[in-house]
Antibody, heavy 121, light 113 residues
């Protein structure tokens, strides 16, 4: 069974940092694009970042460029999101999601259960 | 403001048919990029419902169908059931000047009356 399990969320002060992790199992992790998607409380979905199978390509939504870094460790079947200079508007549930196994990413499937990040003083 | 526009809410009685629209522009749906749909039941993570405009993943009932035309796409649900009450999101790719972007609609809350 394909499974994605996020961890690392919590309460952090504005300007602080947090590192999210996503443990993958049930599929060949190194063969897939991986992504982070977030959902602010009571709001819709927002794509955050993508990373290619070998980590050679990374893409970010404009609002997190320069502050967030997506990375992966294929030996550990793990995806990460390093979040720096956090702002109140970064408060959201962060989902780890699997992308495609080809040269590009189209849809996200499956998704993890999410981890809540709260940025507040 | 979401790049893809969905109605905030739709409703229907059990057994009825409802449709949810997703309107984009020439930089996303109108540029030929595929549309995908997700269902988010209350308190749970999103689940892929339709991919590549009209394809259903294994396990998704054929009551759910998708279509795309021009700069818009639609999700249709027939034979509405109580368990279909959820939020539905469309998603596509946008080739704007700022670089690659994977975009979602604002979401539509389906209420089964």
């Amino acid at each position: 069974e394909v499974q994605l399990v996020e961890s690392g969320g919590g309460l952090v002060q504005p300007g602080g940092s947090l590192r999210l992790s996503c443990a993958a199992s049930g599929f060949t992790f190194s063969s897939y694009w991986m992504s982070w998607v977030r959902q602010a409380p009571g709001k819709g979905l927002e794509w955050v970042a993508n990373i290619k199978q070998d980590g050679s390509e990374k893409y970010y939504v404009d609002s997190v460029k320069g502050r967030f870094t997506i990375s992966r460790d294929n030996a550990k079947n793990s995806l990460y999101l390093q979040m720096n200079s956090l702002r109140a508007e970064d408060t959201a549930v962060y989902y780890c999601a699997r992308g495609g196994s080809s040269g590009w990413i189209n849809w996200f499937d499956p998704w993890g259960q999410g981890t809540l990040v709260t940025v507040s003083s | 403001q979401s790049v893809l526009t969905q109605p905030p809410s739709v409703s229907g009685a059990p057994g009825q048919r409802v449709t949810i629209s997703c309107t984009g522009s020439s930089s996303n749906i109108g540029a030929g990029y595929d549309v995908h749909w997700y269902q988010q039941l209350p308190g749970t993570a999103p689940k892929l419902l339709i991919y590549g405009n009209s394809n259903r993943p294994s396990g998704v009932p054929d009551r759910f169908s998708g279509s795309k035309s021009g700069t818009s796409a639609s999700l249709a649900i027939t034979g509405l059931q109580a368990e279909d009450e959820a939020d539905y999101y469309c998603q596509s790719y946008d080739s704007s000047l700022s670089g690659p972007n994977w975009v979602f609609g604002g979401g539509t809350k389906l209420t089964v009356l």
